[in-house]
């Protein structure tokens, strides 16, 4: 080995040396200690301290994604609908990108009973991602109950492709294809949900009415 190598391995040494001094003398982050406590009480249900805990960190960075993420989600479990939507607002508002923040706003918004905004926000994510299932699958199913079953079906039609032996899907399209008067597709589709969700009355009552 030569001498430059033997520098070359000492001078690492030293460096990893240091390194692992300074990290053994830092105090633990205070983001990264709240964030931890707030998981280890939403693992016990104990959903408010699982808030509390964030908030004098979300206080001094009101913009953090993460946080306002986790606050959204929190919020929800709570049942605190209104909270909620307003911290996935800013979750989405720090990064309109992300298809987890508008899905996950769309839970409290439902609850809420603002379809309007539900149906936005699967549109705009199917725009960042077309091939998003569960957008695709929820946006279907809000057009079939709507009765726009020629609207709904090509949504569906994509979360099935995504997800062929999921029971959604298959009962989603199958009463779809049904309205649309494809009876053979539909009893396929409606059998296939059966067979995944055994006794599932959906099911049984297309296919009764295909009889």
Request: aromatic share 10%; with cysteine; proline share 4%.
């Amino acid at each position: 080995m030569n001498k430059y190598a033997v520098i070359g391995i000492a001078l690492v040494v030293i460096l990893f040396g240091l390194l692992s001094t300074d990290v053994l003398s830092q105090k633990p982050d205070t983001k990264v200690e709240a964030f931890h406590k707030s998981l280890q009480h939403e693992n016990t249900k104990e959903y408010q301290k699982a808030i509390q805990v964030l908030m004098p960190v979300v206080k001094e960075q009101k913009d953090d994604y993460l946080l306002n993420l986790r606050l959204g989600w929190l919020h929800y479990l709570a049942g605190n609908f209104t909270e909620s939507k307003q911290y996935y607002g800013k979750a989405v508002a720090a990064n309109s990108k992300s298809v987890e923040a508008l899905l996950g706003r769309t839970l409290p918004l439902a609850s809420l009973n603002e379809w309007s905004a539900v149906e936005e926000d699967y549109r705009t994510i199917l725009k960042i991602d077309p091939m998003e299932y569960t957008a695709n699958l929820r946006f279907g199913q809000i057009l079939l109950n709507m009765g726009a079953y020629a609207e709904a079906k090509p949504y569906l039609e994509r979360a099935l492709a995504l997800y062929p032996s999921y029971y959604e899907p298959n009962l989603s399209l199958g009463w779809t294809c049904y309205y649309l008067g494809d009876r053979k597709r539909a009893g396929m589709l409606l059998t296939t949900a059966l067979m995944l969700s055994p006794g599932d009355t959906l099911a049984i009552k297309g296919l009764d009415l295909l009889r």
